[in-house]
């Protein structure tokens, strides 16, 4: 039930909560739509968590490779952890319900998740060329402090970024009659167009946010490649050529599954108001769902050590 809230005479206002709609249009099957939502998240956490034992438990993956990857599998929970319970209290409830200070928090860890894992696309691209272009110097380049370092780094340079934007939300003054969100969770677009005042330093802010984390790191990963396709052509033999690229595959698929989406979102925020509301929805979820669900597939499909060592685990545990 919507819950009526009346403030005359208020100058400032900030709502005690916000509503979430789910997928817009939709309401009517959320039963049936929170079906394959709770697969995807069970998926997410499973497979995710399931690389995160495999490395633990395997020496002969404690190397720079496996250990980014790790980082990007406990990116991936972070960031499902991030959208699941109102996701799914939205669609099994019909709890629609968020408290403010609720909403922006969940928006500060789920935006912070996503800034961690362009960073640690970015590292696994510089770990695949020092690999390529310097296999005999890789262990003496990428050593565990080095990776330490890499990784509070990540850490350090999401949470810079992203700790002003609750308090720049904080300032405005919200409207009264503007207090149903667009998505199942707090999505910083999404927030800050609910308020009645200049959003103008919001919107910068959010853009200066996406240009130095993401629009950068793309760039970045892109020259990497370029760096790499120059060493590998560079080889006399085809196979080694096929060999270096195919220690690749994982890690440009892994790339082009959290990319795509954040364009797309990002184009749709800026430029699809006009578009239906469900779209918008539908992107925003891909973005954020899609992602965790798919690495720890492609990881294990190409990646015949990691697949050997999770099926390592999971004998374990059926055997236990």
């Known amino acids: 039930m919507i819950p009526s809230w009346s403030f005359d005479n208020i100058s400032f206002f900030q709502p005690p909560a916000f509503l979430m709609?789910?997928?817009?249009?939709?309401?009517?099957?959320?039963?049936?739509?929170?079906?394959?939502?709770?697969?995807?998240?069970?998926?997410?956490?499973?497979?995710n968590c399931l690389i995160l034992l495999a490395v633990r438990s395997t020496p002969s993956l404690h190397q720079p490779m496996y250990y980014f990857l790790s980082m990007l599998a406990l990116t991936d929970v972070g960031l499902t952890l991030a959208t699941m319970p109102t996701t799914l209290a939205v669609l099994w409830f019909d709890h629609r319900l968020i408290g403010f200070n609720a909403c922006l928090v969940q928006m500060f860890f789920l935006h912070f998740f996503s800034v961690v894992e362009s960073s640690v696309l970015l590292a696994m691209s510089f770990d695949r060329f020092v690999a390529i272009s310097n296999p005999l110097r890789y262990a003496s380049v990428l050593t565990n402090n080095v990776i330490i370092r890499i990784g509070l780094a990540t850490v350090a340079r999401a949470t810079l970024s992203l700790f002003p934007v609750p308090f720049l939300l904080k300032r405005l003054n919200f409207c009264p009659n503007k207090t149903i969100l667009s998505h199942s969770f707090c999505?910083?677009?999404?927030?800050?167009?609910?308020?009645?005042?200049?959003?103008?330093?919001?919107?910068?802010?959010?853009?200066?946010?996406?240009?130095?984390?993401?629009?950068?790191?793309?760039?970045?990963?892109?020259?990497?490649?370029?760096?790499?396709?120059?060493?590998?052509?560079?080889?006399?033999?085809?196979?080694?050529?096929?060999?270096?690229?195919?220690?690749?595959?994982?890690?440009?698929?892994?790339?082009?599954?959290?990319f795509i989406p954040v364009i797309g979102v990002s184009m749709i925020h800026r430029f699809g108001r006009h578009l239906p509301p469900i779209l918008h929805s539908l992107v925003a979820y891909v973005y954020l769902v899609v992602?965790?669900?798919?690495?720890?597939?492609?990881?294990?499909?190409?990646?015949?050590?990691?697949?050997?060592?999770?099926?390592?685990?999971?004998?374990?545990?059926?055997?236990?």
């Open 291 to 320: 992602p965790p669900v798919l690495n720890p597939i492609i990881y294990s499909v190409k990646s015949k050590p990691i697949r050997e060592a999770m099926l390592r685990v999971l004998r374990r545990k059926c055997q236990s």
């Open 21 to 47: 709609i789910g997928i817009p249009g939709l309401e009517a099957i959320h039963g049936w739509i929170s079906i394959p939502f709770s697969s995807m998240y069970t998926a997410a956490l499973a497979g």
């Open 187 to 258: 999505f910083h677009p999404d927030v800050m167009r609910r308020a009645c005042a200049d959003i103008t330093i919001n919107i910068l802010y959010g853009l200066w946010v996406v240009v130095s984390t993401a629009g950068i790191d793309s760039l970045l990963i892109v020259l990497s490649y370029t760096f790499i396709l120059s060493t590998v052509l560079s080889l006399a033999s085809p196979r080694e050529r096929v060999q270096a690229l195919n220690t690749c595959v994982s890690h440009i698929l892994a790339v082009l599954v959290f």
